[in-house]
């Protein structure tokens, strides 16, 4: 029998285990959008208990998510804030314009969180030729940033100079519980001084599908409205559901294994001479590895593929390698073995 690829790709790869399928069979379910799906009801007090916010929301993805907080945060021609690369300005297909009819003010951070100084210096004065600043978003993990962690105490210092501005703060925390357990904290830290956040439930944690979106009661009484506006309303979403909460129970103990095998990975890959890897901020679960000029990204990554071995293009030099629980010691052990045989001033492999 074949061995599966080692899928480094994303942490989106993990499959629902055998409980998970075993409770989504299982699962007593009614009509979400009616608000009559018991086991619904149940994940999103749980996620809202650990994010320590009052009310939480379920939905089909982190991109909905998102999108949803920034519609009801903005209005049409305000303004939000965001580190240049954020997840919510680079990989939601312009949904900010598309659906909310808000411009964004891109910031440079080199770890993804944006100074209080930077926060300060972006908010536009009150002037009828400017749009209003209404929102920043911070992202924790920063994804593009390789996975690197915002402390409670960096992530306070954004929001207060935001709110100082009247602005309000969303976090993407899609992987939050990644930079929780990177940090020994709990998530409710992390955001407690934020207005909503955002956490995915489909990427390290495991579950098939979903997110959630935490914030104030009122907050999520519209984001429902939003959420059902974008064609989010689920019927018996109580079958997904039942698996969000195993990966809510069982997920964040697991992504300690996950940050481990990254730091292994990244300590190989640096030692490669056509490899420039920074193995310090390798914080999280996800590896940043940029090619020197004579290596050519494609043909690592088809060298990869022959070898049984999945990653993904994440920039013009840049191959990026993400953990999860599908990816076990002996995956990090093929990867790195196949990048060891890479030889990038040839067009074949060796």
């Known amino acids: 029998m074949a061995v599966p690829p080692a899928d ?86 312009g949904g900010i314009a598309r659906l909310s009819g808000t411009q964004v003010r891109p910031l440079v951070a080199a770890d993804g969180t944006p100074t209080p100084e930077q926060v300060h210096a972006a908010v536009r004065a009150d002037d009828p030729h400017f749009p209003r600043s209404r929102l920043l978003v911070l992202e924790n993990t920063h994804n593009m940033a390789g996975g690197r962690v915002a402390t409670p105490a960096r992530m306070a210092a954004a929001a207060a100079a935001a709110h100082g501005h009247g602005l309000l703060v969303h976090v993407d925390g899609a992987r939050l519980l990644n930079a929780a357990v990177a940090l020994g904290r709990p998530a409710s830290e992390l955001v407690a001084d934020v207005d909503s956040t955002t956490l ?44 969000a909460l195993l990966a809510l129970q069982d997920g964040p103990a697991l992504l300690v294994q996950d940050h481990r095998r990254a730091k292994v990975l990244a300590a ?56 999860h629980r599908d990816v076990d010691d002996d995956g990090v052990t093929r990867c790195l073995a196949a990048c060891r045989s890479f030889r990038p001033n040839s067009s074949s492999t060796s």
């Open 268 to 323: 190989g890959l640096h030692a490669l001479p056509w490899a420039r890897v920074d193995v310090g901020a390798t914080e999280t679960n996800i590896v940043m590895l940029d090619l020197e000029p004579t290596a050519s990204p494609d043909a690592l990554l088809q060298h990869l593929r022959t070898a049984g071995v999945l990653a993904a293009k994440a920039g013009p030099r840049r191959v990026r390698f993400v953990l």
């Open 200 to 243: 995915c439930l489909s990427k390290g944690l495991g579950a098939p599908v979903g997110s959630v979106l935490a914030g104030s009661v009122a907050f999520v009484a519209e984001a429902r409205r939003a959420r059902k506006a974008f064609g989010g309303g689920m019927r018996q979403a109580g079958v997904l559901a039942a698996a």
């Open 8 to 93: 480094f790709r994303s942490d989106t790869m993990t499959r629902p285990t055998p409980a998970m399928r075993a409770a989504m069979a299982a699962a007593e379910v009614g009509d979400d959008v009616w608000g009559e799906d018991p086991t619904v009801v149940r994940l999103e007090a749980t996620a809202a208990a650990l994010l320590g916010k009052p009310a939480a929301l379920f939905l089909p993805s982190g991109t909905m998510a998102n999108q949803v907080a920034i519609h009801v945060h903005c209005r049409a021609g305000d303004e939000l804030i965001c580190e240049e690369r954020s997840h919510v300005y680079f990989y939601e297909g």
